[in-house]
C-alpha cells in the first residue's frame, strides 16, 4: 500500500508525492511540531518481507544517519508506518545535476563545484567506513542556493541488510554508473566501486556523455565489465590529453589499478586541467541523453531507469536506483550452449591443465531469424506480459546461439513470472538443463529453491539444482553470474564444493582442497564431493585411488544418476 496524500504518518503530514521507484517511494511531507518540510523515503514492501528485516533497517539507517557533512542529504529519522519502514529526510528545493546536464554543458565553475562537493561527500562518508554504492548525476542536488548535495546516501546498503525477495536476487545501482565490480555481484566492495561511479560522472561532465550506453540495462553492464573504456579523446577531441589519463585510471576494470582515494582523484582531475591550460573550463558539447525502451517499446529520454518525476521549481530528490536482476541476468553472455556437448564428461588428463571454457564476447546477433524464433516473438508481441511467452523465445535465441538475445528474453521472463512463481522456474530450469546451458539452469533451480523457503522441496528438484550448480563450475565465468553465497543459504557444503571445483578447473588446486575439507566436515559422505575428490586425484595423477572413488559410486545404490553417469564417464577415460 501506498501513503495517501492528506494523511498523517506519525508527525508528518503527506503534501504530495514526489516521485517513485524500484527501490522506494518518495513524498513531500509537512513536520508541523517544527513547522518544515520533509522528504519520506518509504521503501518497497518487498524489502520487508524478511521479519527480521525491521530490526537490521534500523540498525543501518542509524549508520548512514551519523554522517554530518555539508553536502550530504541528512536523515533526520527512521520510523514505521503500517510496518512500512521510512526514512526522514531534508526537503531541498531545487533541482538534480542530472537535469542540468541535459540543459547542456557544465561552466568551469559548476565543474569545479561539482569536484570539490560531490568528491569531499564521498570522502568524508569513506573515512566513516560507508560506501555510496549509487554515484550518479541524479543523485546530487543543486538546492536553490547554489549548494550541492549527495543524496541517498547508504539507500543501497540498508536495502542489501535485508535478506528479502527483493534484495537476495538483485543488485543495486545504476547501469551507466555501475562499477564492474558491482556489476559482478561482488560483495567485497570497497572506496573503489564509488570512485568509479564518480569518475563515470566526470567523463560524462567533460565528454558529453556516458562512456557506455546501449538499449538495455543488460548491454552496458556487460560493456562495463568486458568492453575497453572508449577513449575520452575520440568521442570528443577537445578534451585535454592529462584529463583522458586521469579518466583512465579512474575507469581502470580492476580496482587495484583505480585512484586509492576521493582525494587522490580530485586532485589528479584539477591538476590535469590547470596542466592542460584550461583550468576547469567545460567542453562545448551538447548533451545527448541515452535513448532506451521500456517494456511496452515506447521511446524515452533517460539516462537510467527511474521513473520520470513530473515539473516542478522545486522538488526534493528522488535518485532510487534500479533494481538489477543478475542472478541468472547475464549469465548466457559468455556461456555458449556448443563448449559443453549433451551429456560430456571434461576429460581429466594426469598432471595436464583441467579444461577451460574460453572467456569470450557475446557473439553478435545471427542475421535473419530461424522459424522458432519468428514464431516465438509473434507469440511475445501477442502475448507481451506472459513470462512463458519470454522464455519459449529466450530458448529459441539459445538454441540459434543468439546468447545475448537469449539472455535478455530470460531476464524477462523470470521478472514477469515473481519470485514465487515454482511451475514457471521449474519448466524453465528444466529446459535449460536439457540444452546444458549450466549456468542460467543453475540460476533458475536457485531461484526455485528459494521459492521453496517456508516447505521443503520436493527431492527431484533438490537433485537437479544440485547437478545444475555442480556442472555450471565447468563455466570460467560462473562466479560472475551465480552468486555462490546464495547456494550457501540452502546447503552450505554444497557452496563449498561449488567453490571447489572452480578452483580446481580454474585457480588453485590446494585451494580446491581446503574447500573441499570444508564441504565434507559440514556433511561426510556426500557423492558430490567424493566426485570432485576423484577429480582432484585425476588432477594429481593418482589415477588408481581415483578409479576406487568412481568405482565406489558407480556400485552405491544410492548414488544420484546424473553422478553415476559422470563417473562412469571417468572411469572409460582412466586406462
Known sequence: MSFNI???????????QLGQGGMATVYKAYHA???????????????????????????????????????????????????????VMKYIEGDTLKARLNQGPLTAKEIEQVVN???????????????????????VMIASDSTMYLADFGLARIAEAGESTMSSDSIMGTPQYISPEQAMGKKDLDA?????????????????????????????????????LPLPTKVNPKVPEPVQRVLLKALAKDRLDR????????SAFKAAWTEAGVPMQGTAIIMRPSVSKDKTGAEEKTVSNEAPLKPRTGWMWMGVGIIVLLGLAIAGLAINKRLTPPQATPTLVSTAPLPATPNMPPPPLAKGSSPEISAAMDLVAQNPNDPNAHLTLSLALFDAQEIRAASEELVQAANLAGPDNKEFLLHAAQQLKERNIWVPSAGMYLRLMQAYRNETAPIEIENDFREAAYKATEQKDMSLFLIVERIDRID????????????????????????????????????????????????KGAQAEAKDILQSLTAAPKTPEWIRLMAENYLNTIK
Open 6 to 16: 492528506g494523511e498523517n504518518v506519525g508527525p508528518y503530514r503527506i503534501i504530495e
Open 33 to 87: 511540531s517544527l513547522d518544515r518540510y520533509v522528504a519520506l523515503k518509504v521503501l518497497h514492501p518487498a524489502f520487508h518481507e524478511d521479519q527480521t528485516f525491521a530490526m537490521r533497517f534500523q540498525r543501518e539507517a542509524r549508520v548512514v544517519a551519523k554522517l554530518e557533512h555539508p553536502n550530504i542529504v541528512p536523515i533526520y529519522d527512521y520510523s514505521e508506518h503500517e510496518k512500512r519502514p521510512f526514512l
Open 117 to 139: 562537493s560531490v568528491g569531499a561527500a564521498l570522502a568524508y562518508a569513506h573515512s566513516q567506513g560507508i560506501l555510496h554504492r549509487d554515484v550518479k548525476p541524479s543523485n
Open 192 to 228: 573503489g566501486t564509488d570512485i568509479y561511479s564518480f569518475g563515470v560522472m566526470l567523463y560524462e561532465m567533460v565528454v558529453g556523455q556516458v562512456p557506455f550506453s546501449a538499449d538495455t540495462p543488460f548491454s552496458i553492464i556487460h560493456d562495463h565489465i568486458y568492453t575497453p
Open 259 to 266: 585512484y586509492t582515494a576521493t582525494q587522490e582523484l580530485m
Open 492 to 539: 552450505q557444503a554444497l557452496g563449498h564444493i561449488v567453490r571447489a571445483r572452480q578452483e580446481l578447473y580454474f585457480g588453485s588446486l590446494d585451494a580446491a582442497q581446503n574447500q573441499l575439507a570444508k564441504a565434507e566436515t559440514l556433511k561426510p559422505n556426500m557423492p558430490e564431493a567424493a566426485l570432485l575428490k576423484a577429480e582432484i586425484k585425476i588432477k
